[in-house]
């Protein structure tokens, strides 16, 4: 089960760094992604990243402003979401989300294309 931390309450213009793990085992050599779903809104795709690293996508929202990126020394092999310039329109859970693939799918924001997903963790951005 893939699990994600880090998520809270920040002010407009703040910044967050999420994390997404295994809970007993580390991640498999896949790629990852992170979606996100706000109230009332379709979960929609924020970053992927391929099992090196070598090839991220972004969507339109927060690329600029966030960055994908992986430990793969670490024993866990952790993924994070480095976010910056934070928005109110950032609030929504955020979830991670394993590929069948060592590369993004070619829809990467595709959810279809996801085996493994997190339960996801809460950010707020408000003032």
């Known amino acids: 089960q893939l699990v994600e931390s880090g998520g809270g309450s920040v002010q407009p213009g703040g910044s967050l760094k999420l994390s997404c793990a295994v809970s007993?085992?580390?991640?498999?050599?896949?790629?990852i992604a992170w979606f996100r779903q706000a109230p009332g809104k379709e979960r929609e795709g924020v970053a992927c990243?391929?099992?090196?690293?070598?090839?991220?996508?972004?969507g339109d929202s927060v690329r600029g402003r966030f960055t994908i990126s992986r430990d793969n020394t670490n024993i866990k092999k952790p993924v994070y979401l480095q976010m910056n310039s934070l928005k109110p329109e950032d609030t929504a859970v955020y979830y991670c989300?394993?590929?069948?693939?060592?590369?993004?799918?070619?829809?990467?924001?595709?959810?279809?294309?996801?085996?493994?997903w997190g339960l996801g963790t809460q950010v707020t951005v408000s003032s």
């Open positions: 990243a391929s099992w090196t690293a070598s090839t991220r996508h972004y």
């Open positions: 989300a394993q590929a069948r693939t060592y590369d993004c799918p070619p829809v990467w924001d595709q959810q279809s294309e996801y085996e493994y």
């Open positions: 007993r085992f580390t991640l498999d050599d896949y790629a």
